[in-house]
């Protein structure tokens, strides 16, 4: 720790003539009411403000500053999840977009199969669990990107980072509850279709 005289900082190092703030204790935590409506007054006094005039200055306790910390970071809490719900439902398309061509494009071997025993619920498992398998490898690589990226930011920005084994296995269980949401669909079209008709389809 280094103790200088504030009109050296200022002079030397700073380059300003103003002082930036200014740190404040009470006795007591009930008593900052009264002191923050003190050092206001005392403020105004010497930045000579009439009356009528606002404060060119702000007088906040640490209760109100931990307030303002919370709400920014329920409010960036609610803006990063309203992303990841958007590229949740934006994969979510993509997987059922995949599944449906997929289903498309296999037609005769899903007749071939029902021709030979296979039921509406076999054909339907298939299909869930190919696009649950095609989530799960989207969110395993998500994981490890999101590691990686934290690890990055925390070596070169100087940022904590804390990796929660919790929230990875609820992201992991996630990405496969989205698998089976969106495969869903593909995976029951291709159960109801006509042995007949995709033995004839080309």
Known sequence: MVLMPYTTV???IMGVTHIGYVLASTITAESRFEAMEQIT???RQRHRLRPHEENDFTVISQVEFASTVMETS???GILLGSIALVSLFVGGIGIMNIMLVS???RTREIGIRMAVGAKEKDILFQFLIEST???SLGGLIGIIFGIFTSKLVSYYGGWPSLVSPPSIAVAFLFSNVVGIFFGYYPAR???RLNPIE???YE
């Open 133 to 135: 398998v095609l989530s």
């Open 198 to 200: 995709a033995l004839r």
């Open 103 to 105: 289903t498309t494009e």
């Open 41 to 43: 007054s005392l403020l």
């Open 74 to 76: 329920h409010t960036m």
């Open 189 to 191: 079209k291709a159960s």
């Open 10 to 12: 200022q002079r030397k």
